[in-house]
Every structure is written in structure tokens, then in C-alpha cells.
């Protein structure tokens, strides 16, 4: 009877030493695992997750160049490059020197702005050059590079007054044919008028022509 008691607790000590391997093999392995919450919150905060709306930083390098474009201003030892264009005969000059005041400390977008500005507007100088219009070309913090056309074609309508014979005479706008004679000599006009004659002075309408007669006339 004794040793029938010994070896049944015998078994059931090995019973239940299985038991406790087998659950500790379970917890191990359901360790082993993430947990629901865990596998959430490493797929919100993983490299493939979504970025908030308050995540502003840029991703790529086109997103990177052109915040770091945005953020390049003109200064005061910014070279300015125009290059003139005629579209008379399609000529070109270039002209290099320091950056107007009026364009330092802009952006690439506000120089632009300004420039389209001034080419609504532009200068009585630049008017009689026969300028027409200008575009921004090349912008760096180094150097911007502008470009200017014009258009140097002279009018088909319009007067030169020019001298013949010392004679202060109005051709019409080819320079060769005849208006009309005015009487006036050369050696009355002032020396800078004179000058002006000499090489031919354009003038838009009769009026002007008029009021050109009338002044030195008397």
C-alpha cells in the first residue's frame, strides 16, 4: 500500500511539473508578441506614417531647394546683369554694375513684382530709348540677370528738322523729303539746338514742329 501511495505522488509530481513548463512556455511565447497597443502606437509613430497637419518640414529635395529659394535675398553686393536686346535688327549689349538701391533685400518673387512695375512705368530715358519690356532671367544672392528689350524702330509718321545750307528746314520721317523750308538760320538757334538740328531732331506732330518754328523764330 505504501508503495503504490509513492508512486502515484510520484506521478503527480511529474504532472504537475509539465503543468508549470507549459505555462511558462505560454508566457514566454505570448510575450514574445507585440501587444495590440504596442503595434498601434509603433504604426503611428513608424518612418511610413502619415505627418500631421502641423508637420511642415520638408520631404523631398525639390521641397528643400525651394525653401532654401525662398529664403535668398538680394543685397547691396548682389551684381545686376542687363542684357539689352533691339528688336530692330535683333543687336545685343550688356551692361554689368551695381544693383539699384530699390532692389535690395528682395526675394526672387518680389524683384519680379517690382520689375514688372517699372516696365508699366518706365523712365522718360528709357522711353526715348525705345524701351518696351523686361523680365527677370537669372536671381541669386551673387548676381541677377535681367532682361531689357527695346525696340529702336523709328515711327512711320513724324518730322526731322535738320539743317541745309545753314537753313533750319522740315523733312517728313524718311529724312529725305522736303515739308517745307522755315527761313530760320542755324547760326540763331542756341549752340546745344543747334547741335541737335545738325544730327536731325525728330519731332512727333506738327505742333511740335510749330511750337519749335515759333520759339527761336522771333
Known sequence: MEKRYKIGLFFVLILISAMVVVLMWKRHTMDGFPKEGDRVEQDQSGPGASSGPDDQTPKTAEEIYQVQKMNVLTTADTVCIYE??????????VEVGKLPAKYIGLSREALEKLLAEDSLAPTLTEKQKGFKSQHLELFSAEKIKVLRIYDTTQDTTGFYIMEVNGEVCVFEHDKKTLYFRT????????????????????????????HFIESYSS
Open 84 to 93: 539689352n536686346i533691339d528688336k530692330k535688327d535683333g543687336s545685343m549689349s
Open 183 to 210: 527761313g530760320l538760320r542755324t547760326e540763331h538757334l542756341p549752340a546745344d539746338v543747334r547741335y541737335e538740328v545738325q544730327k536731325g531732331k525728330f519731332m512727333d506732330s506738327e505742333l511740335q514742329v510749330y
